[in-house]
């Protein structure tokens, strides 16, 4: 079975399998592009939020099985050539949408003004003669770009005369789009619904047809049916996702803690937010040791989680709003990222396939709600997903990659 391989920070090449998604990465100790690798599909990503990367790596997959005689390269062009800028940039983004989205929003809508990048022209020379380089070298047919960057640096190397293969730009934002997407042109647009797709061609005026509805890539694993779930006399099972301050997830755990009293049993996978909630989540399990909590820490079992529980709390990141389509889980949703997100949490909003919370206690309301008689009005909301929900939008987008890539084969 072929693998894909696929950088990020630093000189090591990573090996991801089958189930990549969430899961720590197996690191093997191998120089960065030390050889040529025979990559015809370049997929190109950045951390900036695991929408980006969620996105690269489904569609990777879904590539390497669409096309079993493609080699399916995934890289993160700013983790490799700026490393040290790359993680201060990241752990600060993480701060800011977490714990100071005012600032974050004043950041997001100067980014939306056509000279925002003006000042960083001298960080982005290395990215380009990087991007070069690796042409060069892997001679890919296509280039897949699931961060709005790349388009900028691909019209800046066809200014300077290189032949750059076909680009297609997948769009993780949903509803409302952000401009720095339409910055730099691309050969095809991929989006995740109808709304996305009238906004980006009425609002940005890019025809028709370079844009194409594929749905938001998630794991292939939301194509098959889930394991029957273990009985553990759980009256009602509930997912949260934390991604708030650990004071507002104490006080959503004590707002829940009557009904895991009543029955309900909470799973709590934690993954990159375990070592910040380590003590919030410790108090919680040693002060209610009846409750049925399991806490979670990095799994590849996320597919499966969504598909047997009953409501899933969580913020409107878009990966996972899209997931929670997939699933068909009825979300509560604690919070949403200003600017970004807004789009996503209305999207699921609009079409009544959720509930927004504002404090804890609202949250626990909401839960109750979702599971009270018979859990009805989660069942309502599991039928008005069904029209939304693309558990193939992966492969999808790959057909739709693989198809831009015959029509505009570059000649070698």
Not at 172 to 195: C, F, G, N, Q, R
Not at 239 to 252: E, G, I, K, R, W
Not at 287 to 311: C, K, M, S, Y
Request: with cysteine; proline share 8%; hydrophobic share 45%.
């Amino acid at each position: 079975m072929r693998s894909i391989v696929f950088s990020d920070l630093s000189s090591d090449v990573l090996i991801i399998h089958r189930n990549y998604a969430l899961c720590q990465p197996f690191r093997l100790s191998l120089p960065l592009f030390s050889a040529r690798i025979a990559a015809v599909i370049w997929v190109l990503t950045a951390g900036f939020g695991d929408g980006h990367n969620t996105a690269a790596r489904c569609i990777a997959e879904a590539l390497r099985e669409t096309g079993p005689d493609e080699e399916t390269l995934v890289a993160d062009l700013v983790g490799e050539v700026h490393p040290l800028l790359a993680s201060v940039l990241k752990s600060g983004y993480q701060v800011a949408i977490i714990r100071f989205p005012s600032i974050w929003r004043a950041i997001y809508d100067r980014l939306a003004k056509p000279n925002a990048g003006a000042s960083s022209m001298k960080y982005l020379e290395p990215l380009l003669a990087a991007m070069a380089a690796r042409l060069r070298t892997h001679r890919p047919r296509a280039i897949v770009s699931t961060y709005p960057l790349y388009a900028g640096l691909v019209q800046a190397l066809k200014a300077k005369g290189i032949f750059v293969p076909p680009l297609v730009t997948v769009i993780t934002d949903s509803v409302s789009v952000h401009p720095v997407w339409m910055m730099a042109p691309s050969d095809l647009y991929l989006v995740a619904d109808k709304e996305t797709r009238e906004v980006v061609v009425r609002q940005y005026g890019i025809p028709e047809a370079k844009v194409q509805v594929t749905g938001f890539p998630v794991s292939l694993d939301f194509r098959h049916p889930p394991p029957i779930p273990t009985d553990d006399g759980a009256t009602h099972r509930v997912l949260y996702f934390p991604s708030t301050p650990a004071s507002h997830v104490a006080q959503t755990l004590a707002a829940l803690r009557p009904q895991l009293i009543d029955g309900v049993k909470l799973t709590m996978p934690v993954g990159k937010h375990g070592s910040r909630l380590y003590h919030t989540t410790r108090r919680f399990a040693d002060a209610n040791p009846n409750a049925r909590f399991e806490l979670v820490g990095w799994t590849n079992r996320i597919p499966e989680l969504l598909q047997t529980h009953d409501v899933l709390i969580t913020k409107a990141g878009g990966a996972i709003l899209h997931e929670v389509l997939a699933a068909r889980i009825p979300p509560v949703i604690d919070y949403v990222v200003p600017g970004q997100e807004e789009g996503n949490a209305a999207m699921l909003l609009d079409n009544q396939c959720g509930l927004r919370s504002h404090s804890p206690q609202e949250t626990a309301d909401c839960v109750r709600r979702l599971l009270e008689n018979q859990g009805v009005l989660g069942t309502t909301m599991r039928e008005n997903m069904r029209p939304l929900s693309m558990p193939d939008a992966a492969s999808r987008a790959a057909q739709a990659v693989l198809a831009a890539a015959t029509k505009q084969a570059p000649i070698l």
